[in-house]
């Protein structure tokens, strides 16, 4: 799973764990949509406390979309929704930061707009947004890929065809998600990154508490508290200088067993290169793809997985899970919400305890 239960906070609240985030072209070219996944398995008891994933939001909690556009890996335009209500039907607020009040934690910015979950609001000279319980839009084999990686790990057993039994782990699951349609003019019409936070209301002050910029990261090489504490607590800027090592460790160990390479360490550190900052790249005069072509943005249906774990390990790695079937054709795009399962088929990835 992307960015799901990556540390012991979101373990215990699922609305401040990020699962995913897509950036994509919009119908209109002079605007994006930007979609951030919240709560995962929500509905459904959690793996790690018992009890049931949140399906609503936190209510006074900064739910963000951040944007780098002058390359500094810090944001430079924020769109930030914020909650009411702990039942349904809440409603949010969204405000709009720019220049140093986008990086300035007790900003309180331009109020844009106003709406309630479960309900499409256009927002003047914005564009829609949506916000509620929709379908997981993750496809991938989890639980076999975090089996295939320990092998390599922990017993220097490689085998590529274990990678993906064509299980989808979250095929049957829903998450909370926020989807808004965003005018280039209001963030950047040249190259610029993305990533998304949460941050929690400490006495008028905003205290990122999650992040989540390019998917898989923190599930593969960032899962123990401490990294995790570190990577949700701070900007992408600093990434390299926290994160390259461990990445350049573990590609290392992989190519090795792997035999994908005969320079295993110096294919850990383009690894580690390509990584950081964590943000994902998009660039508003090309279409929308996260493929071996490039990476530009992300769309909902892209196989990020097959890219992202080829990339890492540079050896074919398939998922051979099929996109959703029931992501929408017209905004919001997401998945409607899905009946939930009453078995104990839903599985997750043995993780770190913390």
Excluded at 49 to 56: A, E, I, L, R, S
Excluded at 81 to 87: H, I, L, R
Excluded at 204 to 229: I, M, Y
Aim: glycine residues 6%; charged residues 15%.
């Amino acid at each position: 799973m992307s960015h799901h239960f990556d540390s012991p906070e979101s373990r215990q609240d699922s609305r401040i764990n990020i699962c995913d985030i897509y950036l994509f072209n919009a119908d209109d070219p002079q605007k994006i949509v930007a979609v951030m996944t919240i709560s995962p398995l929500a509905g459904l008891p959690s793996p790690f406390t018992g009890q049931p994933q949140w399906d609503t939001f936190r209510p006074e909690t900064a739910y963000e979309f951040r944007f780098d556009t002058d390359g500094d890996a810090k944001s430079d335009v924020v769109f930030r929704f914020v909650f009411q209500g702990d039942a349904n039907p809440q409603s949010w607020s969204l405000t709009y930061l720019s220049g140093e009040a986008a990086r300035d934690h007790h900003a309180t910015g331009q109020e844009l707009g106003q709406g309630t979950v479960n309900e499409v609001a256009p927002i003047a000279n914005l564009g829609r947004i949506w916000t509620g319980l929709a379908g997981d839009p993750f496809f991938l084999d989890a639980v076999a890929a975090r089996v295939c990686l320990d092998n390599a790990i922990q017993n220097n057993v490689w085998d590529a065809e274990s990678f993906s039994t064509g299980a989808s782990t979250t095929g049957a699951t829903n998450v909370l998600a926020i989807v808004a349609e965003l005018p280039l003019d209001r963030i950047s019409n040249t190259p610029f990154g993305f990533y998304a936070t949460v941050s929690a209301n400490d006495h008028g002050h905003w205290t990122q508490v999650n992040r989540c910029g390019k998917p898989n990261f923190a599930a593969t090489f960032n899962d123990n508290p401490e990294g995790s504490l570190r990577y949700n607590s701070t900007d992408p800027d600093t990434d390299y200088d926290n994160f390259a090592q461990p990445v350049i460790s573990l590609v290392t160990q992989i190519c090795h067993v792997a035999q994908s390479t005969d320079r295993p360490a110096n294919y850990g550190q383009m690894v580690a290169n390509w990584s950081f900052p964590d943000v994902l790249p998009f660039n508003p005069l090309l279409p929308a793809s996260f493929g071996f072509a490039g990476i530009n943005g992300r769309r909902l249906q892209d196989d990020f997985g097959t890219v992202v774990y080829t990339l890492f390990f540079n050896t074919l790695l398939q998922n051979k899970v099929p996109p959703p079937i029931d992501l929408r054709t017209e905004f919001p795009y997401i998945a409607p919400a899905r009946p939930l399962p009453t078995d104990s088929s839903v599985g997750v990835p043995s993780r770190q305890e913390g």
